[in-house]
C-alpha cells in the first residue's frame, strides 16, 4: 500500500486498499486532508469508498470547479485495466471515472485513484448551497443506458477470452 502526494498539484496517488485513515494518517505529516467527515468512512477502503460514492465527502456543488477524483485505474470484472490519467476533468473526454464512482463495482474495481487534497486550515471555494435532490431516482432510459454498458462490457470480455 502505497500513497505518493503532488503538493504542487495537490493530488495523491494511492493504492485502492489503503484505508481513508491511512489516507489521512499519511497526509497529516504534509497538514493535507481529503477533508471527508464521518468515523464510519475511515474503516472503508479507498476502493470501496469511491464505489459507495465517496460517502462524507465535501458537497461537489460547493465548488463545482473542484472535483474529488482527478483519475484512477480500475479492472473491468472480465480482468482487463482501465487507466484514467490524472488531468482536469473537463479535457479527457468521456467520464470513465462514472463507471465506478458511486457505482457499487457493477463495471470494475478501483486498484489505485489520483485524489484532490487539500491544505489544512486553509478556506476553500463556497458558492452557496445548492437545494435540488443530489441523488435522484434514474430514469428509465438511463438506467436502460446502464445496462447497455452493462452488456456491452461483458460481450466485449466474453470476446477476449
Known amino acids: 500500500m502505497s500513497l505518493v502526494l503532488d503538493e504542487r498539484s495537490l493530488l495523491a496517488e494511492v493504492d485502492g486498499s489503503m484505508t ?8 497529516a505529516s504534509s497538514a493535507m486532508t ?3 467527515s464521518g468515523a464510519e468512512s475511515a474503516r ?12 462524507g465527502a465535501r458537497d461537489a456543488w460547493l465548488d463545482p470547479a473542484d472535483h474529488l477524483v482527478a483519475g484512477l485505474d480500475f479492472r473491468l470484472h472480465d480482468g482487463r485495466g482501465v487507466v484514467v490519467r490524472p488531468a482536469p476533468r473537463r479535457s479527457v473526454g468521456p467520464d470513465l471515472i462514472a463507471l465506478v464512482v458511486g457505482m457499487g463495482e457493477r463495471f470494475g474495481k ?6 484532490r487534497v487539500h491544505r489544512v486550515g486553509v478556506r476553500r ?11 435522484p431516482l434514474l430514469l428509465p432510459e438511463e438506467a436502460r ?3 447497455a454498458i452493462a452488456t456491452e462490457v461483458a460481450s466485449r470480455s466474453s470476446r477476449t477470452r
Open 20 to 27: 481513508l485513515a491511512e489516507v489521512e494518517s499519511a497526509l
Open 34 to 36: 481529503l477533508d471527508v
Open 44 to 55: 472503508e477502503t479507498v476502493a470501496g469508498w469511491l464505489a459507495s460514492g465517496a460517502r
Open 110 to 115: 478501483v486498484e489505485r485513484a489520483w485524489l
Open 125 to 135: 471555494p463556497n458558492v452557496g448551497r445548492l437545494d435540488v435532490d443530489k441523488d
Open 145 to 147: 443506458l446502464l445496462e
